[in-house]
Structure formats: C-alpha cells, structure tokens
C-alpha cells in the first residue's frame, strides 16, 4: 500500500513568486495535515483538512492557503514567497480527524528553496 | 505556553544501550494521544509509538517503549539496545480537543537530536 507522497520533492523558486506543494494521503485517510518544518526549528503546524473542509489553521498569514479535493489529496499554496518561506513543507494524513488515537502518517517533504 | 517540551536539543549514547528522551506536556484535556516520531536526515517523519491517555499499561513497541506518567505529564520515550540507524531527531507530539470542541490538531515539540556513537 503506497503511503503519502508529496510532489515536487524539491522546489527553487524566487522571492514573490507562487508556489503549488501536492499530496496525496493514504489511501482511506480523510484527514491532510499540513506543517512547515524550517530549518532547525521544530514542525510548526500550518493547516488540517478533513472530508474537504479546512477544520483548524496555524499562526501563518493569509498568502499560505489550500485546499482538500473530493479525493482527500491537498493542495499548499503559498503566495507572494518571501526568503524565510524557505523550508520544508510536510504533509500527513489520518484516518480520521476526530479520533485522538489515530497517528498521522508523513510523507518525504517537499523542500522550498526561495531565492 | 509550550504545549509540548522537549529539554534535550541533543543527547549521545553509546551503541547498544538505552537512552531516554524527556518529553513534558500541557493540557487541559482529560482524553488525548501521546506520539513519538523519529525523522532522519532525509527529512522523512516515521511513526514510532502511541499512548493514550487512558491506557492503563504504558506503550511498547520493539526496542521503543514510553513511560508514560500522567501526573507528572511526562511521556518519555525509551530506546534500548540503540544502534547506528537510531541516529536522527525524535519528536514528541499531542492530539488534543481544540477550543471548537470538536476538532483536532497534532502539536509538535522542539525536537531531541540523538546521535549514537559507536
């Protein structure tokens, strides 16, 4: 059974551009957790979707948004990139956002770069 | 306030012996998850060990296993028989009630880098 997958696995853009991360969760998993994980600091959570709703959001400015499609993959997009974007962006799943016994699986990362 | 602490940035053990991993936690929910996860290099989070916080016994899975100690609110992580492949950052994380009531997130600690010496 595949578990989660991220696309790209590494991005350069540059300062201001707009940047599209994809995952697709296990298959099953209803819940995505998003967290950015910038370098030497700890996971900082972004955004959670379940059964295609945005159910909680991180301390981060409106230009980080997504999405959860009828399938469960997500979507991170992030806005007008600025140089302290740069980090890497993790992606998880679950089985079921209201069950508090449920681990969430990771993915690789896709690791931003922004110049 | 930290929801989850980690006070270790980075422990050193020996090969082959056990070390423990001090993880803190604060909440005011009366059911939540306890989670430990390793990361190695290649950035990748791997699951290790869950306990809730109603399990009567404390959590072991192979060489890991977590002692769980609810008064304190401490969920420490022990690894025995460490070997080289252990080398990596361990994180701690909680799930707990949000303010809605009804939903969920995952809180991460800081992170432990531990490093095996051969």
């Known amino acids: 059974e595949a578990g989660v997958t991220q696309s790209p696995t590494h991005l350069i853009k540059t300062r201001g551009q707009q940047v599209t991360l994809r995952c697709s969760p296990i298959s099953g998993h209803t819940s995505v957790y998003w967290y950015q994980q910038a370098l030497g600091l700890g996971l900082q959570f972004l955004l959670w979707y379940d059964e295609g709703e945005e159910r909680n959001r991180g301390n981060f400015p409106p230009r980080f948004s997504g999405r959860q499609f009828p399938n469960y993959s997500s979507e991170l997009n992030v806005n007008a990139l600025e140089l302290e974007d740069s980090a890497l962006y993790l992606c998880?799943?679950?089985?079921?956002?209201?069950?508090?016994?449920?681990?969430?699986?990771f993915g690789q990362g896709t690791r931003l770069t922004v110049v | 306030a930290q929801k989850i602490t980690q006070t270790q940035p980075g422990m050193f053990v020996q090969e082959k012996e056990a070390v423990t991993l001090d993880c803190t936690y604060d909440t005011s929910d009366p059911s939540y998850g306890l989670f430990w996860y390793k990361q190695p290099s290649s950035g990748e989070m791997i699951f290790l060990i869950y306990?809730?916080?109603?399990?009567?016994q404390n959590a072991t899975e192979g060489r890991y296993s977590l002692n769980f100690q609810k008064a304190r609110k401490s969920a420490n992580l022990v690894i025995s028989a460490s070997q080289l492949g252990d080398s990596a950052m361990y994180f701690c994380?909680?799930?707990?009630?949000?303010?809605?009531?009804?939903?969920?997130?995952?809180?991460f600690g800081k992170g432990t880098l531990l490093t095996v010496n051969p």
């Open positions: 998880a799943s679950s089985l079921a956002g209201r069950s508090r016994n449920t681990e969430a699986f």
């Open positions: 306990q809730g916080s109603y399990d009567q």
């Open positions: 994380a909680m799930r707990e009630v949000n303010s809605g009531g009804s939903n969920y997130k995952l809180t």
